[in-house]
């Protein structure tokens, strides 16, 4: 089995084996991995494994030079998905190794591959981490009321139907500006640092027609707001944000739901609501809008470490930092933010 980092000229080839492929994801596509290069300046390795001059296997793979959180190979680069995609066990192997290969010959601290689904048989030197995440989907119901309906009574229903009340309008196609501008002091309050606005740029450059941002605003006020893209029938709010001022009138329950009905306009019977970290107000959140969470399965090659890193905020080392980051000027974490984010991705 051959395997080999490929380029821009094997793009097509590449695309269409993740369009075949039932594991593949729009993590996988070409244009996710270059989109990230182009946008936080992550290196780009595109691993194909190769039966003759046919591919039979893929790992989008991002070099992720960090000076706070260490060095890298990432599958893929800021994903919720990306692990191996390989028509059997050989394929799968052969990446995998190369993966390893890679990782001593770079010198990076660990191999990441962000598995949607554990692995039937993990191969040797790679250490499964199935506890930490968990991913949100399920169907879209035929209209607005059904999709009520579907919430728990005892979850988010009331709070979802109590936004239908309070003068909120939705904008789908909005300018990714002002989804970034809404996106930014979401993330200050969370204590997050927020991914620059070339980095949604280069993602719809990268992948024309996949991605549109939507925002939920009153009286011009922009309150929250989503950066979604399509994949195989599913609509997927990959970026999402609010303000206090829209929280107080529940723009974001307003948002999920308006979002739900335009991926199902847009000809789409589900809807992905992402990737939460167990135990966070995320994970209780889309819970209570009646998803069932899926256990993520990532897999970690360690090259100098003893653990995986665990760079989010409920790791105690980062606490007092995301409550000072709260307390920043919005100038400021807008300045800052972007050099922070794109070494976490």
Same mark, same amino acid.
């Given at each position: 089995m051959k395997v080999g980092i490929v380029g821009g000229e094997a793009a097509g080839a590449w695309d269409e084996f993740v369009h075949g492929h039932p594991g593949g994801s729009f993590f996988h596509l070409h244009g996710w991995t270059r989109a990230i290069e182009a946008g936080l300046g992550h290196r780009a390795l595109h691993l194909a494994a190769f039966a003759g001059r046919r591919i039979a296997g893929i790992l989008p793979l991002a070099l992720r030079r960090s000076r706070l959180f260490g060095d890298a190979l990432v599958s893929a680069g800021c994903a919720t998905g990306g692990g191996v995609v390989a028509e059997g066990a050989d394929a799968a192997s052969a990446l995998e190794a190369e993966a390893m290969r890679l990782a001593r010959e770079l010198r990076v601290g660990h191999v990441?591959?962000?598995?949607?689904?554990? /692995?039937? $048989? %993990?191969?040797?030197?790679?250490?499964? #981490?199935?506890?930490?995440?968990?991913?949100?989907? +399920?169907?879209?119901?035929?209209?607005?009321?059904?999709?009520?309906?579907?919430?728990?009574?005892?979850?988010?229903?009331?709070?979802?139907?109590?936004?239908?009340?309070?003068?909120?309008?939705?904008? /789908?196609? $909005? %300018?990714?500006?002002?989804?970034?501008? #809404?996106?930014?002091?979401?993330?200050?309050?969370? +204590?997050?640092?927020?991914?620059?606005?070339r980095h949604m740029q280069a993602l719809d450059a990268a992948l024309p027609g996949a991605f549109e941002a939507s925002v939920v605003e009153r009286g011009g006020e922009k309150l929250a707001a989503a950066f979604s893209f399509r994949f195989r029938g599913a609509i997927h709010p990959f970026y999402a944000g609010g303000t206090r001022a829209g929280r107080e009138l529940g723009a974001s329950d307003f948002l999920f739901l308006r979002l739900m009905g335009r991926g199902r306009e847009l000809g789409c019977t589900r809807f992905e609501f992402g990737r939460s970290r167990v135990g966070t107000g995320s994970h209780a959140y889309k819970k209570s809008w009646g998803f069932v969470p899926r256990p993520l399965a990532y897999r970690y090659f360690l090259e100098g470490r003893d653990a995986p890193p665990r760079t989010d905020p409920s790791n105690p080392r980062y606490r007092a930092l995301v409550a000072g980051w709260r307390l920043l000027p919005l100038p400021v974490a807008n300045a800052i933010g972007p050099l922070v984010a794109r070494q976490l991705a």
């Open positions: 990441e591959l962000r598995d949607l689904s554990p /692995p039937p $048989a %993990p191969s040797p030197g790679w250490l499964v #981490v199935d506890d930490a995440h968990a991913m949100f989907e +399920g169907p879209i119901a035929g209209d607005d009321d059904a999709i009520l309906r579907a919430i728990p009574r005892k979850g988010r229903r009331h709070d979802v139907r109590r936004s239908l009340g309070r003068g909120l309008a939705f904008v /789908p196609g $909005a %300018p990714v500006e002002d989804f970034h501008r #809404v996106l930014c002091e979401s993330y200050r309050n969370l +204590g997050t640092p927020v991914f620059p606005l």
